[in-house]
Nanobody, 125 residues
Framework: QVQLVESGGGLVQAGGSLRLSCTASGRFFSSYVMGWFRQAPGKEREFVASMPWSGGWTYITDSVKGRFTISRDNAKTTVDLQMNSLKLEDTAVYYC??????????????????WGQGTQVTVSS
């Protein structure tokens, strides 16, 4: 089994920043592709960003491009989501996920095999 644990969520004012981290453990393989998704109340889970655990490329959804970045922190062995210039509409539960490369689509939640429990991000005015 693979365990994913998110951290770093919280309450922030609009225009502020937060950094989310995803720590992986268990039968985790460095070949996995990591993804960040979010789900706001009453809405479907949506793709935010993804990258291979081993690096090489990143993919950011258009609605957060230029404000969010995904990266690997080698020192902490985490995959992080840096969120800048936060907007009210970024309020959601943010989930970390992992999938086997070469299967499905990186932007589809159904392509991912493992999920964290989620961390709440609330942006206030």
């Amino acid at each position: 089994q693979v365990q994913l644990v998110e951290s770093g969520g919280g309450l922030v004012q609009a225009g502020g920043s937060l950094r989310l981290s995803c720590t992986a453990s268990g039968r985790f393989f460095s070949s996995y592709v990591m993804g960040w998704f979010r789900q706001a109340p009453g809405k479907e889970r949506e793709f935010v960003a993804s990258m291979p655990w081993s690096g090489g490329w990143t993919y950011i959804t258009d609605s957060v491009k230029g404000r969010f970045t995904i990266s690997r922190d080698n020192a902490k062995t985490t995959v992080d989501l840096q969120m800048n210039s936060l907007k009210l509409e970024d309020t959601a539960v943010y989930y970390c996920a992992a999938r086997t490369p070469g299967t499905g689509r990186t932007y589809l939640a159904t392509s991912y095999d493992y999920w964290g429990q989620g961390t709440q991000v609330t942006v206030s005015s």
